[in-house]
């Protein structure tokens, strides 16, 4: 007997006014826009989307993949039916048992910062504002240290559902977004896997080490499993940004953390 036939969707949104990825009942959240639209499309009342990686509330997304059985669409027809915020900029049949999620072997993600004084109207719902004095060269050995394999207990929330606190982080680092001129700074990372709040407590606690208030050995010392008490604060969601994931062991960003995305 067949596979069933499977779909791998490229979906770029902007999470401000979403209640996150997942469908949540009442409430607007990227799947069930998505799945609305697809049924519509389709002439299918099951629609379930499988993503590689489910943002929260507020969380943005360049790359994300998602999957379903089924025959694929042409984005414009989904586009027609879908809210501004959400946009389908690639459909494509999939090799048959794919799943955006259990396939992928990496994502990326980008948390990105406004770094000048004067506040940006066009990046206020995109970037952190963060008007202060940063060590750049203290942010970039902290990413440094970030790459490898490491227990990261403490940049997830104490009541958590995760039993698996070791991550292995491919590529992390600083890097300038734009001119120098527009005062953006991304850090972006890949890694095998996050979880819950990981990306955003560890630039607010980067951002600790680039003011001054922690050292970069204090950061180090966080990377060994410390109680979340011990890093520091939680960074908004407006600034992180779902760049892509990576399947068959291929990779969104370089070392560097550059590089193309979305894969």
Not at 9 to 23: K, M, N, V
Request: net charge neutral.
């Amino acid at each position: 007997m067949a596979a069933e036939p499977v779909v791998r969707l490229l979906i770029e949104y902007d999470g401000t006014d979403f209640s996150g990825w997942a469908r949540q009942p009442g409430l607007r959240t990227v799947q069930g826009e998505l799945e609305r639209a697809l049924g519509i499309v389709l002439r299918r009342d099951d629609v379930r989307l499988t993503v590689a990686g489910r943002t929260d509330a507020g969380v943005h997304a360049r790359g994300q993949v998602a999957s379903y059985p089924g025959e694929p669409v042409r984005p414009d027809a989904v586009n027609a039916l879908l809210p501004y915020d959400i946009a389908v900029t690639g459909c494509a049949a999939a090799p048959p048992g794919f799943d955006a999620r259990h396939d992928a072997t990496s994502r990326a993600y980008a948390y990105r910062i406004l770094t000048r004084g004067a506040r940006s109207p066009f990046e206020r719902r995109r970037a952190l504002h963060w008007p202060h004095p940063l060590d750049h060269a203290a942010l970039a050995r902290c990413a440094e240290l970030v790459v490898g394999t490491h227990d990261f207990t403490a940049f997830t929330p104490t009541e958590t559902d995760h039993v698996r606190f070791s991550r292995d982080v491919l590529s992390a680092a600083w890097v300038p977004a734009g001119s120098p001129e527009a005062g953006i700074a991304e850090f972006r990372i890949e890694a095998d896997a996050f979880m819950r709040n990981m990306i955003r407590v560890l630039v607010g606690t980067m951002l600790d080490v680039g003011r001054g208030r922690r050292s970069v050995a204090e950061f180090a010392a966080l990377l060994e499993g410390r109680p979340r008490s011990e890093a520091g604060a939680t960074a908004p969601p407006h600034g992180l940004h779902f760049l892509g994931a990576g399947y068959g062991g291929a990779r969104v960003l370089r070392d560097d953390g550059g590089g193309s995305f979305p894969v």
